[in-house]
């Protein structure tokens, strides 16, 4: 049963250039979460999804990035115009569905994004 | 001040020992908590889960939650070195958005051979 899947595992972008994260959840899951994790700090929450819906974005910035999860295919973290403060490890999660209240996240092994 | 407080270590302890991690929080509203372990480079590992106070059981790993002291603990018996990794502390509340897990930084533990 695979686990949470996410590509690239690295992405060097110079600065400017857009980034792209891609996002499949665990078989049979409903729920997608987005945190990064900088150098010496713990993982922070960036947005909720699910299927064509954000359900919550409180942790996302303001300007240059956005998610989806669309209808079909994986999960889309997108960072446009990145800067060298982006350099971090972005980790995808997943849930199943029917677990609001009790359900634990499934971590993907992360992207780690580089910006020159 | 932090929602989760964490020691980063490293916590370096010898094989067979007793490992103690623990985590301190400030949101009363915090009733889910975990503990994930995560390999140097790797994505985090879910280990433990448990809802409110109490204690948990699983092999080697004893989780504990102490509501009233806002105070989580994690216990590995018999430690080995591929138990070496950073273990992470996250929480749940329903007052902040229900599905964002709170983090705590990460106890770096060693364990020699």
């Known amino acids: 049963n695979a686990g949470v899947m996410q590509n690239p595992r690295h992405l060097v972008r110079r600065r400017g250039q857009e980034a792209r994260l891609r996002c499949s959840p665990m078989?049979?899951?409903?729920?997608v979460y987005w945190y990064r994790q900088l150098p010496e700090e713990g993982l922070k929450f960036m947005v909720y999804?699910?299927?064509?819906?954000?359900?919550?974005e409180s942790g996302m910035p303001k300007e240059r990035f956005s998610a989806e999860f669309p209808k079909e295919g994986p999960s889309i973290l997108r960072i446009q115009q990145v800067v060298r403060g982006d350099s971090a490890a972005y980790f995808c999660?997943?849930?199943?569905?029917?677990?609001?209240?009790?359900?634990?996240?499934?971590f993907g092994p992360g992207t780690r994004l580089l910006v020159l | 001040q932090k929602e989760v407080e964490q020691d980063p270590g490293p916590l370096s302890v010898p094989e067979g020992a007793i490992v103690s991690l623990n985590c301190t929080y400030s949101?009363?509203?915090?009733?889910?908590f975990m503990w994930y372990r995560q390999y140097s480079r790797k994505g985090p590992e879910l280990l433990m889960y448990?809802?409110?106070?109490g204690n948990k059981e699983d092999g080697r790993f004893t989780a504990q939650v102490d509501k009233s002291s806002k105070y989580i603990s994690l216990f590995i018996r018999d430690s080995q070195p591929s138990d070496s990794a950073t273990y992470l502390c996250?929480?749940?509340?329903?007052?902040?958005?229900?599905?964002?897990?709170?983090f705590g930084t990460g106890t770096r533990l060693l364990v020699s051979p």
């Open positions: 999660a997943s849930s199943p569905p029917g677990t609001r209240e009790i359900g634990a996240q499934y």
């Open positions: 078989k049979g899951h409903s729920h």
């Open positions: 999804l699910q299927k064509e819906n954000i359900i919550d």
């Open positions: 949101n009363s509203a915090f009733q889910y």
């Open positions: 448990t809802y409110s106070s």
């Open positions: 996250a929480m749940r509340s329903p007052n902040t958005g229900f599905q964002k897990l709170v």
